[in-house]
Structure formats: structure tokens, C-alpha cells
């Protein structure tokens, strides 16, 4: 069965670091590009930043770049969100999502787009206080 956990959410103060983990299971990671997603209730869920299959395509959307840092431990089949310097803005419920694809998220500086990832975590809480 395939699943994915996020976990590392909660509440922190402006210029605080939370790091977000995305656990898999019921598949191999590696053949899988993973995004990561916020959705604010009442607004629609935007991508954040992704990483390729291979690891070495990565992207994020501009209101992030240079605070938030995606990664990838495949031995534990685990995708890493660092997230610094938080600002209230990014309150939301964060996701991962994967897809079973070698060129999703390779040289490319867009955004993930949800439409694009089958399998979905439950989310997890971040917020930022000011």
C-alpha cells in the first residue's frame, strides 16, 4: 500500500526554522519525483518546491527561494522540507506528493503543480506566528 506521512509541523515564531519530513512506504522512492505543497483554507493548494528522482532537479516558488530547502535520503525513503527564516505567510497545511516519473521536476525553476502527483500525504500544520 502505498503511503505518505508528513511530519515536522507546528507552531513557531517569525525567523524560526521547522524542518518537514515526507516518509514513504509501500514504494521505493527513488523512481519517484516528490513535491511539496501548502493550501491556506479557502485558497487553492500552491506548489512550494519539488525534487526530481534523481535528486539533482530541484525547484521552488519565488516567495521561498533562499529559505526553504528541499532534499532526499533515499536509504531512508525519506524527502527533507528545511524551511528558514519562516514568515506568517507561510502558515498552511503543508503536503508531499509523488509521482512515479524520471522527468517531473528536472530542469525546470516552475513551481510543482498538483495535478501533476498521484499519491498524497495527509498534511501537516505549520504556524508562524509574528
Known amino acids: 500500500q502505498v503511503q505518505l506521512v508528513e511530519s515536522g509541523g507546528g507552531l513557531v515564531q517569525a525567523g524560526g526554522s521547522l524542518r518537514l519530513s515526507c516518509a514513504a512506504s509501500g514504494f521505493t522512492l527513488d523512481e519517484y519525483a516528490i513535491g511539496w505543497f501548502r493550501q491556506v483554507p479557502g485558497k487553492v493548494r500552491e506548489g512550494v518546491s519539488c525534487?526530481?528522482?534523481?535528486?539533482?532537479?530541484?525547484s521552488y516558488r519565488d516567495s521561498v527561494k533562499g529559505r526553504f530547502t528541499i532534499s532526499r535520503d533515499n536509504t531512508k525513503n525519506t524527502v527533507y522540507l528545511q524551511m528558514n527564516s519562516l514568515k506568517p505567510e507561510d502558515t498552511a497545511v503543508y503536503y508531499c506528493?509523488?509521482?512515479?516519473?524520471?522527468?517531473?521536476?528536472?530542469?525546470?525553476?516552475?513551481?510543482?503543480?498538483?495535478?501533476?502527483?498521484?499519491?498524497w500525504g495527509q498534511g501537516t500544520q505549520v504556524t508562524v506566528s509574528s
Open positions: 506528493a509523488a509521482v512515479r516519473s524520471r522527468p517531473v521536476c528536472v530542469l525546470t525553476s516552475d513551481p510543482p503543480v498538483p495535478g501533476q502527483y498521484n499519491y
Open positions: 525534487i526530481s528522482a534523481s535528486g539533482y532537479g530541484t
